[in-house]
């Protein structure tokens, strides 16, 4: 092999012993004296496991001169559209407000989150169904998006965002209050109507709410910064 005094000045950039990391353990661990390859200068370890020292990042290994990893992202993923959308547990009109949660996180840079749920028309209660979008991590500006489906087929004959803004074009509301400020939907919307006298929400009324949770402006969160879903009837 390369032989150097590693009192040597250059012994930082010199393959001086086999196996022996540039610059001591730990440090520029995918460059490698391998005498098999090369015994005047460094081996770069492609494939090698390493540690790129991200708390964000998995199954870190070398690929060339560099350390790196892939995202860890939260077990609801992939979910970044919405023909993609993460079903979650369903509901009925007769349950409360915030009956189910769930937290997870808009991470790596660029994600954001589609969820999907039914929400039954039971007998004896009306549905409004109620999302809110809570503990957005500091720094950052979260939005909500809710958009409601007939599940007999149908367009719906009644469609209205009780909180939340309409969405124009779309049978969907928005909800944007701005830096870390919690954000709340509640639709009212109906899928029936009665033949005779035209009134909606005549029984039937079941929908799908699709969700969706995106980063509107601010910095990006990181992975160990989640935050906290919300859904039931009002």
């Known amino acids: 092999y390369f032989a150097a005094d590693k009192t040597d000045v250059d012994a930082l950039v010199r393959c001086f012993a086999d196996n022996a990391v540039r610059g001591g353990a730990g440090v520029d661990v995918c460059f490698e004296c391998e005498p098999s390859q090369s015994q005047s200068a460094w081996t770069f370890k492609t494939g090698k496991a390493c540690d790129d020292s991200n708390a964000c990042s998995l199954n870190d290994t070398c690929t060339g001169n560099s350390c790196g990893g892939s995202p860890k992202v939260d077990a609801l993923e992939p979910n970044n559209a919405k023909a993609a959308a993460r079903a979650i547990a369903n ?15 808009i991470f790596p840079s660029g994600d954001e989150d589609w969820y999907r749920f039914r929400d039954t028309d039971d007998t004896g209660c009306d549905i409004y169904p109620d999302i809110q979008l809570s503990n957005i991590p500091s720094s950052t500006n979260l939005d909500l998006e809710v958009y409601f489906t007939c599940v007999n087929g149908q367009t719906p004959t009644k469609f209205e965002c009780d909180v939340g803004s309409k969405i124009a074009g779309a049978y969907g509301c928005r ?32 929908g799908f709410l699709d969700i969706r949770v995106y980063k509107a402006s601010g910095s990006d969160p990181t992975c160990e910064q989640s935050y906290s879903l919300s859904w039931g009837d009002d």
Do not use: H
């Not at 407000?97 to 769930?102: G, H, R, T, Y």
């Not at 709340?184 to 029936?192: E, G, N, S």
């Open 175 to 206: 909800s944007a209050n701005g830096g870390t400020n919690a954000e709340r939907i509640t639709v009212d919307a109906c899928c029936t109507e009665d033949p005779v006298f035209g009134a909606n929400c005549t029984g039937g009324d079941d």
């Open 91 to 105: 509901i009925s009109d007769c349950d409360a407000v915030n009956s189910k949660s769930l937290t997870a996180t």
